[in-house]
């Protein structure tokens, strides 16, 4: 059963990796040097990237119920 949300970063990540160090299903990588992008299929919303983001541009947001 998927988690009930998952984790987004805002447009002003500075991609300082913190939040690829704690992620424990491996769901974050740096977009071409850029920015943090997350894999909503992968991330099972344990908000430790929340918890690290430096900058706070990391949030939980709910999962869209699917029939």
């Known amino acids: 059963m998927a988690s009930k949300q998952y984790a987004w970063v805002g447009r ?3 991609s300082c ?3 690829l160090k704690v992620c424990p ?11 943090a992008r997350i894999d909503k299929g992968r991330c099972v919303g344990c908000g430790k990237c929340v918890q ?15 029939a």
């Not at 974050?28 to 850029?34: D, E, L, N, Q």
């Open 12 to 14: 002003d990540c500075v």
């Open 17 to 19: 990796g913190s939040c």
């Open 25 to 35: 299903m491996t769901a974050i990588r740096i977009w071409k040097g850029v920015a």
């Open 52 to 66: 690290e983001c430096p900058a706070g541009v990391i949030a939980l947001a709910k999962r869209e119920e699917t």
